[in-house]
C-alpha cells in the first residue's frame, strides 16, 4: 500500500483529502504544522510516496519543509497546495522539485486529477524533475507579472502577458481566471463570465 502525507494547518482540509487518498487505497498519515511533519519524514522518509503540502502555516513554512525533505534526499512526489497570495513562495518550491499545483479551494475531482497524474507520470528522476520545474515556473512567473500589472490598473499591460502564458501552457485555468479578471475590471461582464465559465472547465 503507497503511503500519502498531508501537511496542512486546515482540519477540513485534511479530512477531505484523507477520504479521497483513502478511497483509493493510500495510507495515509497528517500532520498539522511543519513541526510533526518533519517528525514523521524522519520516521518514514524514503517509504512515502506522495506529499499533500500547504504553503502557508504558523511557524514552519511549506518551503522550509520542502527545503529539508529535499536535503534528507527524500524525492517523494510532492504536491503544492496554495493560494493566489502565496505564488510568490510557491516559485522557490517548484525550483525545489514540487510536482504540481493543488489550488485552494479545490473539488475532490481535481484531487482525484492530481493523484491520476502522479501515478501516471511521476519518476523522481533529475530530467523529469528539471521538466516539471522548468514548466510550472514558466506558468508561474507569468501569473506573479500579470497580477502586478493588474494591481498597477495596468489591464492592457497584463492581459498582454496572459496571452503569452496561454500560449506556454494553454491547460493552467488560473491564467484563464486572472483573464475573466481583467475583463471584469474593464467593465467587459460578458467576457469576464466566458473566461470565468472556460477555467471552471479545469476544476
Not at 521538466?131 to 502586478?148: G, H, P, S, V
Request: glycine share 4%; with cysteine; net charge negative.
Amino acid at each position: 500500500m503507497k503511503k500519502v502525507l498531508i501537511i496542512d494547518d486546515t482540519k477540513n482540509i485534511r479530512s477531505m483529502l484523507t477520504t479521497c487518498l483513502e478511497i483509493r487505497d493510500y495510507e495515509v498519515m497528517a500532520a498539522e504544522n511543519g513541526i510533526v511533519a518533519l517528525e514523521i519524514l524522519d520516521k518514514l522518509g524514503k517509504e512515502i510516496d506522495l506529499i499533500f503540502l500547504d504553503i502557508r502555516m504558523p511557524g514552519l513554512s511549506g518551503t522550509e519543509v520542502l527545503k529539508i525533505l529535499r536535503e534528507k534526499n527524500i524525492n517523494s512526489a510532492v504536491i503544492i497546495m496554495t493560494a493566489f497570495a502565496t505564488v510568490k513562495n510557491a516559485i522557490d518550491c517548484t525550483k525545489l522539485g514540487a510536482f504540481a499545483y493543488l489550488q485552494k479551494p479545490f473539488s475532490p475531482d481535481r484531487v482525484n486529477a492530481i493523484i491520476d497524474e502522479v501515478e501516471n507520470t511521476y519518476t523522481p528522476s533529475e530530467a523529469k524533475e528539471e521538466n516539471y520545474k522548468e514548466k510550472a515556473c514558466n506558468d508561474e512567473t507569468y501569473i506573479i507579472e500579470a497580477m502586478e500589472n493588474i494591481e498597477l490598473n495596468k489591464y492592457k499591460e497584463a492581459f498582454e502577458v496572459l496571452k503569452k502564458a496561454l500560449a506556454s501552457n494553454p491547460y493552467n485555468k488560473d491564467v484563464y481566471k486572472l483573464i475573466g479578471k481583467v475583463n471584469e475590471l474593464e467593465g467587459n461582464e460578458e467576457e469576464a463570465n466566458r473566461f470565468y465559465a472556460i477555467s471552471g472547465l479545469f476544476s
